[in-house]
């Protein structure tokens, strides 16, 4: 094997580990890996409400999307049907 053989094998090897670990880091939990709060939105769709109230949000974008007021750092938050569980022992698990 020829030195430019070598040198074309060793860049590609660099970039292709390279290249992933920064596409799978754009889409983790941004702000040191802390969550996300919910939109006002979805605080403001569960005012004067009860816990387990079917609610309607409507976003940013002009989408309506139907929802559960939950408990969250105690207020009540839309959460969206089909959403994923909170994690054990995360905020959304907290009363």
Do not use: H, Y
């Not at 094997?1 to 580990?17: D, E, N, Q, T, Y």
């Not at 983790?28 to 006002?40: D, I, K, S």
């Amino acid at each position: 094997m020829g030195i430019r053989v070598i040198k074309r094998m060793a860049i590609m090897s660099l970039f292709s580990v390279v290249v992933p670990a920064g596409v799978w880091a754009s889409f983790g939990p941004q702000g040191g890996g802390e969550r996300r709060e919910p939109p006002q939105e979805a605080f403001d769709a569960c005012k004067d409400k009860s816990e387990g109230a079917a609610v309607e949000v409507v976003t940013p974008r002009g989408d309506t999307i139907k929802a559960t007021c939950k408990k969250f750092k105690d207020q009540l938050v839309a959460v969206p049907e089909g959403a994923p569980p909170a994690p054990p022992g995360g905020e959304a698990n907290q009363r």
